[in-house]
């Protein structure tokens, strides 16, 4: 089935065990990262027992792209939503009564109603897969109280398996799946979080704009996504990459649903657009070849930054992220949760939260390491991150510390950074003399180094709560605990940041890892007169069927022909990704295409 339908050699990690397990007849939990490869879990099990398999999925784009997926794999799959006409939910109602199709997907708010549950009863059941498991939970970000009366199916169906599907697995999810969906016996199966493929990078904001266009020179007709904190700015900033010349749209919940739709469906039809979005774009977005993820802003946890940047390299071929944050990003995030009228134990946890990604983005070891840690996994220094690329020093940063805090003493906590460094670099500025300021011990005391620099160690300093920024105003005065550090009983390490280095954003030397070879051969093939042919054949047939490219063939696939250049059927469907069906609809085009290209 997996070579026959969906073209692959070789299950991938857990796929095998999971399926046996499901064919046995088992229920299962799958904790699997994006891209791993969740779908085939359920669908070969679908296609291999007997009778119709159900799939709760939580979004009407989520269904449709599977089901488009499936029908180009000649998999005979439907989905049932509010989008359907009657004629056709009757005949497709129809049709799993008669065990004529073998996927249907539903949403959750159907598949709980009576009629269908009666419906059900009459049709014999391969299995139910619930996919986006963890909109179960009420502490997700993806919550829906639907999702929570599907622990009824465990009665109504107790001999029909189930199968649970999720990339988030923290244990509070993790157990809000198995007792929200009754899955008492059912087996855990639990992958990695590494997501090998993903380089990821963090900066601190020095110029954004510069930043940006440095980052997207690498990055030139790929798709991509940029996250911004407001609607305001998403708006703002599509507008400026337009003007840059990169087909740049605005996705964010102010918008009206027909231009978020259009939107969207640009984004998946079109090969390189990018999407400045705010997080209301994302869930549901199952694009396979979105090869960058930008945050202008702070996300607002760990657990979102890891779905946010998830959301590129699916198809498992090279993709890069990009974090930019300030300062400002932080206090502006500290006074939300302090302001928020939440009760002071969630402020809790979500103060903890965000000191994890500060810890994360101030991290001077590798990114990824610090990632999967956070989430009770770990690595090796992984050579795909800007700190291991780029390594950081950290220096015994006390005795700037002492410099910074002082002169905020003593300028009497109540003026913002600007004049601070203007004190501390022993700028006779005009209000430095009004205020007498540059007859302190303190003036000038930080002209060892250059300002980028002293911007690094407040920012650190902000982060270690031994400076407390005022949201309004902007004034900086001393946290609690600074008394131990001005006393010399306390040493602080900090980053050395590349810009306060004046090393600009370097990309440093980078160590040969095997996603630095699968960049390399991607690039090569880029250029590739072969590849390019294959990617406009792919569009055109792609726009002729309304469907987005990838439905046709994955990047991963046409690489592979590009690199294999097969001249036989047989060649051709000994690839990745080319099962019966679509060799029996694409083959002879591809066959042409690599003669004609080639002769
Ligand atoms: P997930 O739902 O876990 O995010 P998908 O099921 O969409 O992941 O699979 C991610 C990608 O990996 C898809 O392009 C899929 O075709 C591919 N894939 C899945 N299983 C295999 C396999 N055994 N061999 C090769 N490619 C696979
Ligand atoms: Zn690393």
């Known amino acids: 089935m997996l070579r026959r339908v969906f073209g692959y050699d070789r299950f991938r990690g857990e796929q095998a065990a999971i399926i046996d397990h499901v064919l046995d007849g088992g229920d299962a939990l799958v904790l699997m990262p994006t ?3 969740k779908s085939l879990c359920y669908q070969i099990p ?62 959750p708010e159907r598949l709980v109603t009576e009629p269908f549950l009666a419906l059900l009863a009459e049709c014999s059941l391969a299995l ?14 993806d919550f829906r109280p639907e999702y929570q009366q599907l622990g009824c199916l465990a009665e109504r169906f107790p001999d029909v398996p189930r199968i649970a599907l999720t990339a988030t697995a923290d244990l509070p999810t993790r157990d809000d799946i198995l007792t929200g969906l009754r899955l008492d016996g059912a087996r855990l199966f639990v992958a990695g979080f590494d997501r090998p493929n993903i380089r990821y990078r963090v900066q601190p904001k020095a110029s954004p704009k510069r930043q940006i266009l440095s980052f997207l020179k690498t990055h030139a007709g790929e798709a991509g996504i940029v996250y911004c904190a407001s609607r305001a700015k998403v708006d703002e900033t599509a507008v400026w990459l337009a003007e840059e010349g990169f087909s740049a749209l605005p996705y964010h919940a102010g918008l009206d649903a ?147 805090l002082s002169c905020i003493y003593r300028t009497g906590q109540r003026f913002g950074s600007g004049h601070v460094f203007d004190v501390l670099m022993g700028k006779p500025t005009e209000r430095v003399r009004q205020l007498r300021h540059d007859q302190l011990p303190t003036f000038g005391v930080g002209r060892d180094l ?29 946290g609690e605990d600074c008394r131990a550090v001005l006393r010399g009983e306390r040493r602080v390490t900090l980053r050395r940041d590349a810009l306060a280095r004046g090393k600009g954003e370097g990309r440093g030397a980078a160590r040969s890892s095997r996603s630095e070879q699968a960049r390399a051969s991607a690039q090569r093939t880029d250029g590739d007169p072969l590849f390019a042919a294959l990617r406009r054949w792919r569009m055109e047939r792609a726009k002729a069927q309304g469907v987005p490219p990838y439905v046709i063939f994955h990047d991963t696939t046409l690489l592979a022909i590009a690199e294999a250049r097969p001249t036989s059927e047989q060649d051709l469907a000994r690839l990745p990704g080319v099962g019966a069906a679509k060799l029996d609809r694409y083959g002879e085009d591809i066959l042409a295409l690599v003669d004609e290209v080639l002769s």
């Not at 009407?60 to 009657?86: C, H, K, T, Y």
């Not at 960058?292 to 760990?302: G, T």
Request: net charge negative; aromatic share 6%; hydrophobic share 40%.
């Open 35 to 37: 891209g791993g490869g």
């Open 258 to 404: 027909g231009t978020r739709a259009r939107n969207q469906d640009r984004f998946l039809k079109d090969e390189a657009v990018i999407m400045v979005a705010t997080i209301a774009f994302g869930m549901g977005i199952n694009k396979p070849d979105v090869r960058f993820v930008i945050h202008l802003d702070l996300p607002k946890s760990l657990e979102a930054y890891y779905q946010e940047t998830g959301r590129a390299g699916r198809d498992g071929l090279p993709a890069e992220t990009l974090l930019l944050y300030s300062l400002q990003d932080l206090v502006v995030q500290r006074s939300m949760i302090d302001q928020s009228d939440t009760p002071e134990r969630q402020k809790k946890i979500e103060r903890r939260k965000l000191e994890a990604l500060l810890g994360f983005v101030e991290t001077i070891s590798c990114r990824r390491q610090a990632l999967l840690s956070y989430f009770g996994d770990g690595c090796e220094p992984c050579g795909n991150c800007d700190t291991c690329l780029d390594p950081v020093e950290g220096f015994d940063g006390t005795q700037a510390a002492q410099k910074l």
């Open 450 to 478: 250059p300002l980028e620099a002293w911007r690094s160690i407040l920012r650190q300093l902000v982060v270690l709560d031994l400076i407390v920024v005022e949201p309004e105003f902007g004034s900086l005065s001393l």
């Open 46 to 107: 679908a296609l291999c027992r007997p009778g119709v398999a159900i799939v709760v999925s939580p979004l009407i784009a989520l269904m449709q792209d599977q089901v488009e997926q499936l029908r180009q794999l000649g998999v005979r799959a439907a989905a049932l939503n509010s989008a359907v006409p009657f004629g056709e939910v009757t005949r497709i109602e129809r049709q799993m009564r008669r065990s004529e199709i073998d996927l249907v997907y539903v949403a």
């Open 128 to 141: 139910f897969a619930i996919d986006e498991a963890h909109c179960v939970s009420q502490w997700g970000h």
